[in-house]
């Protein structure tokens, strides 16, 4: 039910830019209403398949797909500007004698509210949420999920100053930024996962007090966001964020960072590299040789296949 009420959501989403971004070109009085906004969706499906039949060299037959959807909606008037990004992914390989293995699974939505006091800064009031669609599993072989719907879920809160000399880089720092870490998956929630107070036990590991759900950081934040058409079909966007708690290991600083570049085909195809590194010092991670402890996570996504636009605007306009 809950990916079916995301995926409502969305598509409903998508609905609303679509008419949109056929509207401004119809050069209407109504469109008047609607030419301060920037619409632009980006659908992106790759599909691979492999089959091996008295293989020498030896492989295993599967099927790997990854879908992605990047959807913007930013708005300019005056003094006001209001940015929002949805990014959407999920990717998969299914071995004919295996499981499911997930390769790809991100929900990632930012807003940002700012209000220009002197060019080019500004006042910014900042809302990022993120999570993941399915159950994730720390070896494919696992049983027991390490990580599903909103467990966990990251909603980070932030006021501050934000600097913005063009539509290409914004830098924000806030003072005042409230991080908050959902695990509503009770079985983790126990267990202390990504920073949450876990249960108290009794004797014979009876829980006597489940663990929390929720856990409240108040801290400062700091956000770097760039993107640029670096040559003609290829263009880079970077996000870097940091956080400090200030109540508690303030040194330990969390880290969200990620790159995108896109290679633009032709208008149906494709192709995309995609960089995310994550630290967080509430998360523990078991290396092969079984410490325990918070660790440097790092993934990477190549994918070449069919890509489709949507935009109110010409790229020319950027």
Not at 162 to 187: A, C
Not at 258 to 264: A, D, H, P, S, T
């Amino acid at each position: 039910m809950k990916l079916k009420a995301i995926g409502l959501l969305f598509f409903s989403f998508t609905l609303m830019l679509t008419p949109m971004s056929q509207k401004s070109n119809a050069g209407s009085k109504e469109n008047e209403s609607v030419s301060n906004w920037k619409l632009k969706s980006v659908f992106s499906l790759n599909v691979t398949q492999s089959s091996f039949t008295n293989w020498n060299a030896g492989g295993r037959n599967n099927v790997s797909g990854l879908g992605f959807i990047n959807a913007q909606a930013n708005y300019k008037k005056d003094k006001i500007k209001w940015a929002n990004q949805m990014t959407l992914g999920l990717g998969g390989v299914q071995y004919f004698d295996d499981d499911l293995q997930k390769t790809d699974d991100v929900i990632d939505i930012q807003t940002t509210f700012s209000y220009g006091v002197k060019d080019p800064w500004f006042i910014s009031l900042l809302g990022g949420f993120r999570t993941q669609f399915i159950d994730g599993f720390a070896n494919p072989e696992d049983t027991v999920r390490s990580s599903t719907f909103m467990a966990p879920g990251y909603l980070n809160l932030s006021l501050g100053l934000e600097f913005i000399p063009n539509d290409n880089l914004k830098l924000m720092l806030s003072p005042l930024s409230g991080k908050f870490t959902f695990v509503q998956d009770q079985n983790l929630a126990n267990n202390g996962a990504f920073g949450v107070a876990p249960a108290v036990l009794g004797t014979g590991g009876i829980v006597l007090e489940p663990g929390e759900n929720i856990r409240s950081e108040l801290g400062s934040y700091f956000r770097v966001v760039y993107s640029k058409e670096v040559m003609e079909n290829i263009d880079i966007s970077s996000r870097l964020e940091l956080f400090s708690n200030y109540n508690e290991n303030p040194e330990n600083i969390d880290v969200n960072g990620e790159i995108n570049v896109n290679f633009k085909v032709n208008q149906w195809f494709s192709a995309s590299l995609q960089m995310n590194l994550i630290y967080d010092d509430d998360i523990d991670i078991e290396d092969r040789d079984g410490n325990v402890g918070p660790r440097t996570q790092f993934k990477q996504v190549i994918g070449v296949g069919v890509s489709y636009r949507l935009a109110n605007y010409k790229e020319e306009e950027k």
